[in-house]
Structures are given as C-alpha cells and as structure tokens.
C-alpha cells in the first residue's frame, strides 16, 4: 500500500480538509488518527481561516445568525483569533439579533482580554450602553 498525494489546492483537497475538521477525525482508524494528528494544526488553520471569511461576509450581508455560527466556531477554537476581532464580531451579531445578555457576555469577554486597547474600550462602552437598555426595559 503507497499513499496517494493530493496535490494543494485542488477541489479535492480542499474536500478532504473539510471532512477532516469537521469530523475531528473521528472517521479514522488508528493510522489515520496519527496522521490526522500530524496534520491538524495545518488543516485547523486553513479551515479557521475559511469559516472566519464567510462569517465576516455574511455579517456584511447582515445574516446574523449564520455569522454568529461561524464566529462562534472561530473562537471556540481560538478565543484571540484576528486579535479578538472574532469575539468582538460575535458580540456585534448577538447585538443585531436581539440578544442582548448574550451580547453583554460576549462585549465583557473582548473587555477582559484587550483591557488598554480600542477594541476592549469599545467593548465595555457596548456593555454600558447595553447593560442601560436592558434596565430601561
């Protein structure tokens, strides 16, 4: 038995990678776990970077429960990710669907991780606006 090489950048590829992440390699034998298991970060990365591109396209186009699952996915495997923009842009999707406690959380979280920056400045702003709303109710 000789492995087949796929080359990068096919459809194929690209096919393969999915199945993988999603699956976590869970549909593989022994072998295949250690390979998955060598291959994971490479594969994780392309595949993070993918959902984060269609969860910032489909916030731009204003689908904010498909983005949110997207970004939730992002930071489930990397809360930091884009310099917390992925947490923040989670808290942004929440907001836009009316939910607020959840956005609160989430704007509290980006707060805590990026306390001297713009990003977590904004964030407790968010929290303090929506925190306010949420009392005025």
Same mark, same amino acid.
């Given at each position: $038995? +000789?492995? #087949? +090489?796929?080359?990068?950048?096919?459809?194929?590829?690209? &096919?393969?990678?999915?199945?993988l992440w999603f699956t976590k390699g869970s549909l =593989? !034998?022994?072998n295949g776990k250690e390979t998955y298991d060598s291959l994971s970060g490479s594969v994780? /990365?392309?595949m993070i970077q +993918?959902? $984060? &591109?269609?969860?910032? &396209? =489909?916030?731009?186009?204003?689908k904010y429960v498909d983005a949110a699952g997207g970004f939730s996915q992002v930071v /489930?495997?990397?809360?930091? #990710? !884009?310099d917390g923009n992925a947490l923040? #842009?989670?808290?942004?999707? $929440?907001?836009?669907?009316g939910e607020a406690d959840s956005a609160i959380n989430t704007y509290n979280r980006v707060a805590e991780l990026y306390p001297g920056r713009r990003i977590?400045?904004? &964030?407790?702003? +968010?929290?303090a606006e929506l925190s306010n709303q949420v009392q005025g109710e």
């Open positions: $038995y +000789k492995p #087949y +090489k796929i080359p990068c950048g096919t459809a194929l590829t690209h &096919a393969c990678s999915e199945i =593989l !034998d022994e994780g /990365s392309y +993918k959902i $984060y &591109a269609n969860a910032r &396209a =489909l916030l731009e186009a204003e /489930s495997e990397n809360e930091e #990710y !884009d923040n #842009y989670l808290a942004l999707c $929440y907001e836009n669907m977590g400045r904004n &964030a407790a702003q +968010k929290v």
